[in-house]
């Protein structure tokens, strides 16, 4: 018989064996977490000051995979569905319906319907001077997954407006958008340093399939040269425009890849026409002569560009490729003369600068240094105009969107635009040349270029919106409104972990659920 002591003693051993035989259920658990956690830090080269996709210019919202619009540009630059599964309209572009998908929540469990979007759609119209004049929306009706709008004029290419990030579709109730957007992505936020990093995590629940990563940081430095040594260091899994000097010691690293492809943004010259002096077209074409793009292209854009000829990318059907090129001192000197501008022997007087009406010809230049080939391309400019006669002094600003529409103090802004995000000239158009324009930072006014614009905006007929826009872009570069200098490729470079990383040439789209590294 086994006394009370011996049996005791003899289930303490069982116990024991069994927990130390069995397996141990919360280290499988951690241990195949380890192989399904995974993460990557991307490192952008602009800052965002907030997170609220409907007001924020760098659009951090989408690019992290935490709002999604209705429509979406593909990679060949096609609108496709998003959110929304189809559309139609019945009046050539006056009334839309869009049926929203089904069984899309947002990231905090609350079900997507017309309403939802609608609502919406309507703060973007009300915190957003650009957006409200892009859509030119009169009425929305939601009912059920159906959402029906009716613009003030017909549009018959209204649905690539709701490809722009700025008409994200978030949860407008809750009450931290600008840290905390509620959206339908992959991605949902923790937390966000303003100015600093986004840090981010899968959404479980997420409409589009799988996210194959678990977490994400999308991090900011304009500093190109740090951004490059964040790589180099493995604080960066991936890094957006690297300085283009960088790219052959990046190429010549096997733990490495680097990849160009053509962008739909194009660098460009502004003239502010509230200046007396650049009021002038042979003022501006001047100015323009001093651009000698292919040098531009060669030596400070490592031959990761193309010389522009215009606003859009030369194979766009809508794109005017007629303008010629003319460059140097030799032809500036013409158009100042043309001018009224004093000029003696061919050579500037007084002082060595250009005079008209005992007025010096001196200019202010604004750009921003987040693209570091910009202030490269104003001390070109800076360099060529000295040697015409023409004074020019480069101010560096941290936010150019907001200097040059709400400032007048500038004469020349050195820029950079997504011009054909949607393969469509029309939102480029509108938003810079028509009067109140919410990027027409030149003050534009031009009642010719406008009818075309406005005819542009009301043709169905795509030969005919072609036609149309090659004849307003023709008019822009013949009049110099903007002088358009280079077609930037978009360099990204990567860790060789990362997979399926994709450049999307409208640069909308970056933390996707399709992002991944190997372990």
């Known amino acids: ?154 549009m018959p290419k209204f649905p690539s407006e709701l490809v722009h990030p700025n008409t994200a579709i978030i949860d407008v109730d809750v009450s931290s958008i600008a840290k905390k957007p509620i959206g339908t992505g992959p991605f949902h936020v923790l937390t966000f340093d303003q100015g600093n990093q986004v840090k981010l995590e899968r959404y479980e629940h997420y409409w589009n399939g799988k996210v194959k990563l678990k977490n994400a940081i999308f991090a900011f430095n304009e500093d190109a040269n740090a951004r490059v040594a964040a790589l180099q260091s493995g604080t960066a899994d991936i890094i957006y425009r690297p300085p283009l000097e960088s790219l052959s010691t990046l190429q010549a690293n096997s733990s490495f890849k680097v990849r160009g492809v053509p962008s739909v943004r194009t660098h460009l010259l502004l003239y502010n026409q509230t200046n007396d002096a650049l009021k002038d077209e042979t003022v501006r074409k001047a100015i323009d002569t001093l651009l000698n793009r292919k040098e531009i292209v060669s030596s400070i854009m490592n031959n990761q560009a193309a010389a522009a000829r215009g606003p859009f990318l030369p194979q766009f059907p809508f794109a005017d490729n007629t303008a010629s090129e003319t460059k140097g001192i030799a032809y500036a000197k013409k158009y100042l003369e043309k001018a009224g501008y004093q000029l003696k022997n061919g050579k500037v007087i007084k002082n060595g600068k250009v005079i008209k009406n005992g007025k010096p010809l001196s200019l202010s230049l604004v750009t921003y240094s987040s693209l570091p080939e910009l202030p490269l391309i104003a001390q070109l400019i800076q360099s060529n105009a000295k040697e015409l006669g023409i004074n020019i002094k480069i101010h560096l600003v941290e936010d150019s969107d907001e200097y040059v529409m709400a400032k007048d103090d500038w004469d020349l802004a050195l820029y950079s635009l997504i011009t054909a995000p949607r393969g469509d000239a029309s939102y480029y158009l509108s938003t810079n040349y028509l009067p109140g324009g919410g990027l027409n930072a030149s003050r534009i006014n031009d009642d010719t270029l406008t009818k075309m614009i406005e005819q542009l905006n009301s043709t169905v007929d795509d030969a005919k919106r072609d036609q149309l826009a090659k004849q307003a872009t023709a008019l822009i570069n013949g009049e110099m409104l903007t002088s358009s200098i280079v077609h930037p490729n978009i360099v990204v470079a990567y860790n060789q972990k990362v997979k399926n990383w994709t450049t999307n040439p409208s640069e909308y789209y970056m933390l996707t659920q399709h992002l991944d590294v190997t372990p």
């Open 1 to 154: 018989m086994i006394n009370n002591k011996k049996l005791v003693s003899m289930i303490f051993l069982v116990l024991l064996c069994l927990t130390a035989c069995a397996p141990n259920e919360e280290s499988i658990s951690i241990k195949e977490r380890k192989k399904t956690d995974k993460s990557v830090t991307f490192l952008f080269n602009f800052t965002s000051a907030t997170l609220d996709p409907h007001t924020d210019d760098n659009y951090t919202a989408v690019r992290a995979g935490v709002g999604e619009t209705l429509v979406k540009i593909s990679n060949d630059l096609k609108i496709k569905p998003w959110l929304a599964e189809k559309w139609e309209t019945k009046d050539n572009g006056l009334t839309w319906t869009f049926t929203i998908r089904k069984n899309i929540t947002f990231q905090n469990g609350k079900a997507l319907d017309a309403n939802a979007v609608k609502s919406s759609l309507q703060r973007t119209i009300d915190q957003s001077y650009a957006m409200k004049n892009a859509l030119n929306i009169k009425e929305m009706k939601a009912n059920g997954h159906a959402l029906t709008i009716t613009l003030k004029e017909p």
